[in-house]
């Protein structure tokens, strides 16, 4: 049964950098498109990035272009997101998700993804 881990959550000032790491069990995550989403209260689930399979391709949403960086790192089968100049607006429970299909691109909708892991939250205020 695939298990999702995501771990690196936590308090942070506005300005301030965390990383997030997504771990996985019994799947090879390097094979399959990963997304990190964000959820914050009262708000519906949005894409914040993903990276697609082998080819590795990197997606960013609007609201975190130039500040997030999703990376893998295939031999600790992990897939990061390293996020700076975080905002209180960053403020979320973070999800990683796979989806179980192989193919060259990764989408930000929730929708392409079949399993999940737990969330972590994310909290940036001073």
């Known amino acids: 049964q695939l298990q999702l881990v995501e771990s690196g959550g936590g308090l942070v000032q506005p300005g301030g950098s965390l990383r997030l790491s997504c771990a996985a069990s019994?799947?090879?995550?390097?094979?399959?498109?990963i997304g990190w989403f964000r959820q914050a209260p009262g708000k519906e689930r949005e894409g914040v990035s993903c990276?697609?399979?082998?080819?590795?391709?990197?997606y960013y949403g609007d609201s975190v272009k130039g500040r997030f960086t999703i990376s893998r790192d295939n031999a600790r089968n992990t897939v990061y997101l390293q996020m700076d100049s975080l905002k209180p607006e960053d403020t979320a429970v973070y999800y990683c998700?796979?989806?179980?299909?192989?193919?060259?691109?990764?989408?930000?909708?929730?929708?392409?993804?079949?399993?999940w892991g737990q969330g972590t939250q994310v909290t940036v205020s001073s």
């Open positions: 019994d799947w090879t995550l390097g094979y399959y498109p």
């Open positions: 990276i697609s399979g082998r080819e590795g391709r990197t």
């Open positions: 998700a796979i989806e179980a299909a192989f193919g060259t691109m990764c989408a930000l909708s929730a929708l392409e993804y079949n399993f």
